[in-house]
């Protein structure tokens, strides 16, 4: 966005270079140097995109937002805070962890603490609102190991039942509703880095709480090991260890957006 501007003291300081006027006194003294030359003015419009900052000689990442696609291990969790397990924020490191000028970090919908796979955390509100909101149906494909196997028609069975949808029970507080048809797929996956294995690929258009796990609670067998491993069309990269992350490329937010779906 070529004419994405933002005050530079405003960018400073939510880089971590303290208040606006601990940002005026670092300028005073000449440590900033906007595309070569050096800085004074607090209220100089910076493009972001296009313009070079530097401090005392660091570049600095100017970015509006962050996008962060992360292979979530289990034993954390998708919430800022817990008072029992680390969270998916405590595995990101400083570079990605100061304030950004588009928002605050937060996961692009939840996995439970035990599922591994595809998160995006991102700054990004106005995207997470438009994928997460009921009506978008974004697919979400896991990656599902159940405790019973099945023989062919039993397969059959749940293929054609997942395609039909059907109803679902209440968990607790949560109501049960009608799962929109999905698609099941049996084959014998391996999970790459890792020495799990899947039954089946079921890809979802919705996100009911617990949805995967209930679904097939439902039909009488039960999860044992989940990974989301695709979000619309954008695929995890099995290259990233569990547990670690990476900022999308740009492309790569297209097709989160739905802009290019190659
Ligand atoms: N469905 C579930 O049951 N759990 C998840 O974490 C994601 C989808």
Do not use: W
Not at 43 to 68: F, N
Not at 108 to 125: C, K, N, S, Y
Not at 215 to 225: D, P
């Amino acid at each position: 966005m070529a004419n994405d501007c933002e005050r530079i003291d405003k960018i400073l300081s939510h880089h971590g270079f303290g208040s606006r006027k601990d940002v005026k006194k670092l300028m005073r003294g000449g440590f900033v140097v906007v595309n070569g030359k050096a800085a004074f003015d607090p209220g100089m419009q910076i493009r972001i995109g296009s313009d070079t900052v530097l401090v005392d000689g660091v570049e600095i990442k100017l970015q509006r937002d962050v996008y962060i696609m992360m292979n979530k291990c289990r034993d954390v969790v998708c919430a800022n805070r817990d008072g029992e397990h680390r969270t998916v924020f405590d595995l990101l490191d400083d570079s990605v962890r100061h304030k950004f000028l588009g928002g605050d970090l937060h996961c692009m919908g939840r996995l439970d603490i035990d599922t591994e796979g595809l998160l995006i955390i991102t700054t990004d509100g106005a995207l997470t609102h438009r994928l997460l909101a009921p009506k978008t149906h974004v697919p979400k494909t896991y990656a599902v190991a159940l405790r019973d196997s099945l023989d062919e028609s039993g397969k059959a069975a749940y293929v054609e039942k997942f395609a039909r949808g059907f109803f679902v029970d209440r968990e607790g507080n949560e109501d049960g509703f009608d799962a929109l048809p999905a698609e099941l797929e049996f084959a014998d996956f391996e999970m790459e880095n890792s020495s799990e294995k899947a039954d089946c690929l079921l890809t979802i258009y919705e996100g009911k709480f617990h949805q995967v796990k209930r679904m097939f609670a439902q039909l009488g067998n039960e999860v044992v090991y989940l990974k989301r491993v695709a979000m619309g069309a954008l695929k995890l990269d099995a290259s990233i260890p569990l547990g670690s992350y990476r900022e999308l490329s740009e492309r790569e937010v297209s097709v989160l957006r739905g802009d290019d779906s190659d």
